[in-house]
């Protein structure tokens, strides 16, 4: 079956901005990005199926669902929202970041800049382990080839789609993912050791009490550090306040002339960015262009 809805916005809205993210970071076999719209297979309760967002009519994004049981729809409606961060106030995030001179620039030029989400918490995890001291580019590499090794081909893929849905933890917390994918074996059991933290706490990745609780609970399972728990945090559990403090790319964007600060610079620079420093990142991000985090 299939079902048209709008999902509906604060504006104003950057989806350029948001799908020349999500493009860069395209699992090869899951998603495809063209230049008006997001395609991705899911699999929920069994079902297998696709859904495809675009900028649609007014403030609203438009989305088509083609799935085969009518009660995950409520489901796969609440996914795309947080994917796509339809509950932001851009509003209220850009004033408040603007108090930085810095920032003010970059919320002037991009003022509906949104922080994307996660379609599955899990997921996203296991693509912030494969991106561990990589590029974008190798990360997604390394994502499409666990995709084809892991994963279950889909039912009716067609030729220009996705073909599979992402490998399940039960699939890969027995798998030998670094010599599938010929990656340092620590990633991999960093991969196995996640599967496993995922199978005994189903609510691994879903939001928390606080920021604190939420990272204390992603360091404890090896393999995950600060860097990869604070990205998680601010993609899958939608923690505005996340920050990757010693991403490169972060202190790059903030070398205007004068050298990059330290993280411990960087960190004492957000404190006046909280409670948005996740949405902070996203602008200094997408104004550091030629190298962005996975």
């Not at 994918?181 to 606080?210: E, K, Q, V």
């Not at 998680?232 to 923690?239: D, P, S």
């Not at 200094?284 to 262009?289: G, H, Q």
């Amino acid at each position: 079956m299939g079902e048209t809805f709008a999902l509906a916005y604060r504006p104003p809205y950057d989806w350029a901005g948001i799908r020349t993210f999500l493009a860069g970071r395209a699992i090869p076999g899951i998603e495809v990005v063209g230049s008006e719209s997001y395609l991705r297979s899911v699999a929920l309760a069994g079902g297998q199926g696709f859904v495809t967002v675009g900028h649609g009519a007014g403030d609203a994004l438009a989305a088509h669902i083609r799935f085969p049981d009518a009660a995950a729809l409520p489901e796969i409606r609440a996914r795309l929202r947080r994917l796509f961060d339809c509950d932001a106030d851009p509003n209220v995030i850009g004033a408040h970041l603007s108090a930085d001179p810095h920032l003010a620039t970059l919320v002037a030029a991009r003022p509906g800049l949104r922080v994307p989400g996660a379609w599955d918490g899990f997921e996203l995890a296991v693509r912030g382990i494969l991106g561990q001291q990589v590029s974008v580019a190798a990360a997604t590499r390394l994502a499409g080839r666990l995709v084809a090794a892991f994963g279950t081909p889909l039912s009716e893929a067609t030729g220009a789609g996705p073909t599979h849905v992402f490998p399940t933890p039960e699939r890969l917390v027995e798998a030998d993912v670094a010599a599938a994918l010929n990656m340092p074996r620590a990633r991999g059991a960093a991969i196995r050791a996640l599967s496993a933290a995922h199978l005994s706490d189903p609510g691994l990745f879903a939001p928390g009490p606080d920021l604190a609780a939420a990272l204390a609970r992603l360091t404890a399972i090896r393999g995950i550090g600060p860097w990869t728990a604070q990205y998680i945090a601010m993609r899958a559990l939608r923690e505005p306040d996340a920050l990757p403090v010693g991403d490169v790319g972060l202190m790059r964007a903030l070398d205007l002339g004068a050298g990059r600060p330290s993280p411990a610079q960087l960190l004492a620079r957000a404190e006046g960015w909280r409670p948005w420093r996740a949405y902070a990142a996203l602008h200094l991000w997408a104004s550091d262009t030629p190298v962005q985090v996975s």
